[in-house]
């Protein structure tokens, strides 16, 4: 429908032609690429499996949107830069979101308002919270169409700033911050988003470590009984707890060790050598590996323990990582392992500035913990729309913010006639050829 009730307006004149404007394009959509994200909903399912999880305690005789269309236009909203609840309420009536949740763009009902979605986020308790986190878990392993014989999983905390006195919140002078540290977990060699949990602004104890692991352990071991994990993770995690509990229980690790007075002496042989050769050859850089048993007080066991030792003209820096594992080169285990963890921290990254879950700014922690779900429902819905791409184009590899940019926000008409509804995009767009086979490559599998 045309608004009348803003007047038409001018630009300045370009090649002495008049420039005018007025808002009556008809039913035309910013979002046009969120129709790639209904398809990669569709695909993966994710929305019903939330809403499984979460209760409903309505009236199913004044029930108007169900469960998963909420959770459905919160997760589209967030994929396409609306990260906050209130913006369907503008959102509810545009066409194309209407179209993604399986509604007519013109005769269809309008989407649910923000009071609804803070009403969503609020309803589940502190066990409704936790099925919805392994939900995620359970999203994770069902994009393995069979059991893999082995996983790397990277765990990591990031400061999440507060947006005031917050259950859970606690300042953390190492940030200098209000903050939760929620710890996020990942399949960083497929980008896969594993856990993600919302907890206080300190740096987490080794019970709490272990506690972590064992669940997430316990919830993946129901369905992949004999895949092999690994945990990566960096001086946090190194916990006497937490390493216990793994290597009684099956799992590797791989984690950041602080260094101290008594394992540097350990490594004092190769250490020196490395300075030496730095000094008589005038290199800039010297680096070797060396690796040893180490055993701190508060360990009760002797565990292998590995140094990274790089001589600079600013001078020794030694780096230890410990491990269950027996095989491999400290090289190997350092380099090559150890440090692909960086990637995780990207990834974190990508889930904070990029779809905005640090935007945890209700008062309940639950619901904090419900809005990180919601943002990680979200990168799975962007993720499977990159993963569609063909490997040889060059947003296969893209960021998200550059798939929104390039894919979701795409202008469309939407015309709904008596038999159909046409989106017509523009005719200069310039992604139409990869767009218009996106579609096809997002199609949910059979059975």
Known sequence: MTDTTILPFSFPAVSRKKVTADFDGGRLTSDGGVMLLAMAERRLGIADRLARAFPDRRNPSRITHTLADMIRARTFAIACGYEDADDLDCLRTDPAFKLACGRLADSGADLCLQPTLSRLENAPSL?????????????????????????????????????????????????DERCFLPIHVYDTERSRPVAVVLRPGKTPSGVEVRAHLRRLVRRIRRCWTRTRITFRGDGHYARPEAMAWCEDNGVDYVFGLPGSKPLSKKVDEVADAVRTERAVSDKPVVRDYAQTRHKAKSWNRERRAVARIEATKLGLDIRF?????????????????????????????????????????????????????????????????????????????????????????????????????????AACCPEADLFRGLPAALMPRGP
């Open 127 to 175: 066990k409704d919270a936790i099925r919805l986190t392994y939900a995620l878990v359970d999203q994770w392993m069902a994009s393995y169409e069979r059991e893999p014989a082995s996983v790397i999983l990277d765990i990591d905390d990031t400061c999440d700033v507060v947006h005031g006195h917050q259950q859970l919140s606690l300042f953390n002078a190492h940030y």
């Open 321 to 425: 990582v410990v491990t269950n594992l027996e095989y491999g080169s400290p090289e190997w285990l350092y380099d090559s392992l150890y440090c692909a963890r960086g990637q995780a921290e990207n990834l974190i990254k990508l889930h904070k500035t990029q779809l905005a879950s640090d935007r945890t700014s209700c008062r309940s922690a639950i619901a904090n913990q419900v809005r990180l779900v919601l943002h990680t429902t979200a990168y799975w819905l962007m993720l499977a729309v990159r993963d569609a791409i063909p490997k040889v184009r060059d947003l296969a590899k893209a960021e998200f913010a550059t798939l929104r940019l390039r894919l979701i926000k795409v202008a469309a008409r939407v015309v709904e006639t008596a038999s159909r509804v046409r989106l017509a995009f």
